[in-house]
């Protein structure tokens, strides 16, 4: 069973920064991809960064890149993404997860964090 431990998470003022991190084990696979999703209130979820265990490749959507960055330990199955510059916009429950990339940056989601919060204020 795959199962996710997410921290790092809470409420900062627009600007400032947070660092997430998610710890996965019973990864089932040695090749994969892990990173992280986002999902406001009202609207859908979607893909923030994520990153490729094999070659370390990134990925991030438009509205984060060069204020997120992404990192991981393949050792401890670990990833982490570092948050700097947040805006309101950014306010959302974020979620690891687990699976593998079926295009360059692109990102099949096999198993999902249970989320934690991020709350920026204006």
């Known amino acids: 069973e795959v199962q996710f431990v997410e921290s790092g998470g809470g409420t900062v003022q627009t600007g400032g920064s947070l660092r997430l991190s998610c710890a996965a084990s019973g990864v089932p696979y040695d090749d994969y991809a892990i990173g992280w999703f986002r999902q406001a209130p009202g609207k859908e979820r979607e893909g923030v960064s994520s990153?490729?265990?094999?070659?370390?490749?990134?990925s991030y959507a438009d509205s984060v890149k060069g204020r997120f960055t992404i990192s991981s330990d393949n050792a401890k199955n670990t990833v982490s993404l570092q948050m700097n510059l947040l805006k309101p916009e950014d306010t959302a429950v974020y979620y690891c997860a687990l699976g593998k990339w079926t295009k360059e940056g692109i990102m099949r989601v096999d198993y999902w964090g249970q989320g934690t919060q991020v709350t920026v204020s204006s």
């Open positions: 990153i490729n265990s094999n070659d370390g490749r990134t």
